[in-house]
């Protein structure tokens, strides 16, 4: 089932910090916040969206260096301090015409619970909550942060025979 699915995905959307981070939040004493994105992540996010692909992220934290980020790498639908994830996710689907058996999302805690049931290929990284592995179509064994998010765009645009074209050369 799992790689049949593969087959049908057009989106991808992540929750953020736990997946597309390991979770760790850097404070400092001004109280400014710091996230650590892996490259290899960036590098398939990227990828995912010169090749045609609708590529999101719905977080409830609020974090503009993120958005820098995920914009800077062609994310342009990012969602943040969302408290109602269905919602957000509905909403985004709607505007954009997909429909949602279509749509990977990957979490790894509670928050994400609900989304992920409401998408068509829930999955996790491999340091997801037990709850969540649970639900998960697919765990991914590298865990948040440390390139889980290629692991399921690779493995997607792999069978669909889009991850060693044109694209995939250029930065």
Known sequence: MFLSKLHEITTF???VDGVLTDGSVFVTDSGDKFRQFNIKDGYALQLAVKCGYKVAAISGAVAESTRIRLNDLGVKDVFMASKDKVATLKNYLEHMGIDASTAVFMGDDIPDMKVMQYCGLPVCPADAVEEIKA???YISP???GKGCARDII????????KWLNAEAYSW
């Open 13 to 15: 959307v992540f929750d």
């Open 135 to 137: 639900i998960s179509t």
């Open 142 to 144: 590298i865990p948040g």
């Open 154 to 161: 690779e493995k997607v645009m792999k069978v669909q025979g």
